[in-house]
């Protein structure tokens, strides 16, 4: 387990058990800024379980030197970017609500993580052990397919 400077009086935050050594990377940054995020078809609001390792969320994909990536949660910090995304893949994301939330140091680290798919503005989001982030994020007012 990794350990953090601590983000009260008197308990450091921690990595979760099962993430790999060395991860999040160093070069990560504290988590800031507004993020978007998909929920689950399932769920009308944001829970803890919108915002599971991306492992565990899609645990047939191969993850093979992408593992500490992988113990991340996917955020985008762009709107127009997400948005794009649901229209450019309609069935993957039909039934989901976008969720905007604010991140902050003690929710954990981020680090940018492009990609043609995801976007310009995609970030990994390693969420600390205990963080329910689900209580900083609301659904957004736009309707998607």
Partial sequence: MNDNPSNSST???SW???FPAACPPTEANNAAGVVFRYLRPDSS???AVDFRQTRYDVPHRDYAGL?????GVSVNSDKAESLALSAKFPKAFRNRKLAKGMLQPIFGKTLPTPSEVAGAHHLTWWIFAGIDPATSFAVTDEELL
């Fill in 45 to 47: 609001s944001p829970s």
């Fill in 11 to 13: 308990l450091a935050p």
């Fill in 16 to 18: 979760p058990a099962d």
């Fill in 67 to 71: 593992e500490c990536q992988s113990c």
